[in-house]
């Protein structure tokens, strides 16, 4: 099966810019998920979605963060202005959506905010 | 709120040799997932082993093994037989069997492979 698809692998802002991210699920997979990956760090997860609801946002700085998920399959993040603090990889990852099923992650996207 | 830690930065390993990564977590949940994952540097992050904190049973994926001991909040992933491709950063991370299916990492243990 094709895996998580996400565009583009490398991206390089100045900052107050705005910048877009894209992700494909696995097909069939209900819950996708976007994970930010600073230098150093573990991911952590910035938007949970359930087909195309919203489950956890609890951790996405909304004032200059965004995400939609279309028709419950592509979903795009968006960052509106970026700040040098953005600089990270941002993984998407997408699952059957029960509890005891992993999470497929895609190769991510390389922010780098100048 | 949960936490993972992995308190080795760096770890490295002879090929064919036996290593261990340890991992600690904090919880009150009595139910819940503990996943290693491998990620390869620019490579996307895959799963190696998953562990059901109900099952006693420690998990086995071919050459990759747990220990896992619920009452010290401990996980550790035993690689047996070391391989080059064996390389890269290994994440730990802590899933709730509840009300949210988000995984909560720890910051990593980067493993290098000598030959």
């Known amino acids: 099966e094709a895996g998580v698809a996400q565009s583009p692998r490398y991206k390089i802002i100045e900052k107050r810019q705005s910048v877009a991210f894209w992700c494909n699920p696995i097909s069939g997979h209900a819950t996708l998920y976007w994970y930010q990956q600073i230098l150093g760090q573990g991911p952590k997860l910035l938007i949970q979605?359930?087909?195309?609801?919203?489950?956890?946002d609890s951790q996405l700085p909304k004032d200059r963060f965004s995400a939609e998920r279309l028709k419950g399959v592509d979903s795009t993040l968006k960052i509106q202005p970026a700040k040098l603090e953005d600089s990270a990889v941002y993984l998407c990852?997408?699952?059957?959506?029960?509890?005891?099923?992993?999470?497929?992650f895609g190769d991510g996207t390389r922010l780098s905010i100048l | 709120a949960q936490t993972v830690t992995q308190s080795q930065p760096e770890m490295s390993v002879q090929e064919a040799e036996t290593v261990t990564l340890s991992c600690t977590y904090d919880t009150s949940e009595s139910d819940y997932y503990l996943f290693w994952y491998k990620q390869p540097p620019s490579r996307q992050m895959i799963l190696v082993i998953r562990q059901e904190a109900y099952k006693q049973q420690n998990a086995t994926e071919n050459r990759f093994s747990v220990n896992f001991q619920k009452a010290a909040k401990s996980f550790s992933l035993k690689i047996s037989d070391s391989q080059l491709g064996d390389a890269a950063m290994y994440f730990c991370?802590?899933?709730?069997?509840?009300?949210?299916?988000?995984?909560?990492f720890g910051t990593g243990t980067r493993l290098q492979v000598f030959p």
């Open positions: 979605f359930q087909n195309n609801g919203v489950v956890d």
């Open positions: 990852a997408s699952s059957l959506g029960r509890s005891n099923q992993p999470q497929h």
């Open positions: 991370a802590y899933r709730s069997a509840y009300n949210t299916d988000k995984l909560i």
